[in-house]
């Protein structure tokens, strides 16, 4: 598959309300140029994808899932200490990454986030 493709990146309504809206409540100031960066790491998944910043999790011939780390613009926490993921389903046929979580860390409940998916 060729590197220079750009995905489209689309925000599942779930995400929208129940996670996204946090974040933009919590960091007001700064969440519009971080909703920025992970739009633009997301429309370039699959050169991110052969960083540690993105995992992916399942994977078929035309799609995949992947777990993606992020920070908060201007702090000085690293992706993966912020503990800020996104869970992304990736559709290699028609260019598009479709976020269907974002979270904290603090979103969890109990202590294994896979089973918290």
Wanted: glycine share 0%; proline share 0%.
């Amino acid at each position: 598959m060729c590197t220079n493709n750009h995905y489209n990146v689309l925000v599942s309504e779930y995400a929208k309300r129940h996670f996204i809206k946090s974040f933009e409540k919590k960091y007001k100031s700064v969440w519009n140029k971080t909703f920025e960066t992970i739009t633009h790491i997301l429309s370039h998944i699959v050169v991110f994808s052969r960083t540690k910043k993105v995992d992916i999790i399942h994977n078929c011939d035309t799609w995949y899932i992947a777990k993606c780390e992020f920070n908060i613009e201007w702090t000085k926490i690293s992706t993966h200490v912020s503990w800020n993921r996104i869970i992304v389903y990736v559709e290699k046929s028609t260019l598009e990454v479709h976020i269907l979580l974002l979270y904290a860390k603090t979103d969890i409940w109990g202590h294994q986030e896979t089973t918290w998916w």
